[in-house]
Structure formats: structure tokens, C-alpha cells
């Protein structure tokens, strides 16, 4: 098992910077995934960037170029830096992590507002 809590979420302007945490329970040792998705008012679930066990990262196209993903396993702590924000970038951040396809973990969310 892994408790996840994300903080650093708010309300930004357009063109305005957040950097979402997610402090994990235990060590990242066993975990294969970490990553972030976003869930917008009346749209589903969507996958915002993941980052492997090695470091490898992956982006959705809307948000390449402005947010990083990174790991710190000596704080058990995931991050999301996310720059340049837009009002669309709007919703709530849940952030995961997996063992395997059957053990994935979820934070409860922080809720990012970015205003024009």
C-alpha cells in the first residue's frame, strides 16, 4: 500500500507557474509508474505526464514544453512544475503510482485554477 498527498495547487493567472508535490507513504523502491492526470469540469480523466522507475518521461501534446515531471525517491516525492499555465489547464491534479496494472495508487487531488 501507498498513501499519496498532492499540495501546491491554487489559482494562478495566465502565463503564471505552480509546482504540484505528491509525498508518498513509503520509498518508490517497488514502483514502475509515477505520474499525474488532470480531470477538467465535464471532461474525462486525462494522463498529463508519467515518469518511470529509470527516469524515462512522457507528455501529453498540450503540455509539452511547459510542465515537468520529476522524482525526488529520497523524499518519496513526486512532482509536477508546470509553467506558462493556461486557462484550460484548469482542474483537478490526482497524482498515481503504480506496482503493476493491478496496484495503482491515487492521491485525492488538488485543484489548479488558472483565470484569463
Known amino acids: 500500500q501507498v498513501q499519496l498527498v498532492e499540495s501546491g495547487g491554487g489559482l494562478v493567472q495566465a502565463g503564471g507557474s505552480l509546482r504540484l508535490s505528491c509525498a508518498a507513504s513509503?520509498?518508490?523502491?517497488?514502483?514502475?509508474?509515477l505520474g499525474w492526470y488532470r480531470q477538467a469540469p465535464g471532461k474525462q480523466r486525462e494522463l498529463v505526464a508519467a515518469i518511470t522507475s529509470d527516469g524515462s518521461t512522457n507528455y501529453v501534446d498540450s503540455v509539452k514544453g511547459r510542465f515537468t515531471i520529476s522524482k525526488d525517491n529520497a523524499r518519496n516525492t513526486l512532482y509536477l512544475q508546470m509553467n506558462s499555465l493556461k486557462p484550460e489547464d484548469t482542474g483537478v491534479y490526482y497524482c498515481?503510482?503504480?506496482?503493476?496494472?493491478?496496484?495503482?495508487?491515487w492521491g485525492q487531488g488538488t485543484q489548479v485554477t488558472v483565470s484569463s
Open positions: 513509503r520509498s518508490f523502491f517497488s514502483i514502475r509508474n
Open positions: 498515481y503510482a503504480e506496482e503493476s496494472p493491478s496496484y495503482r495508487y
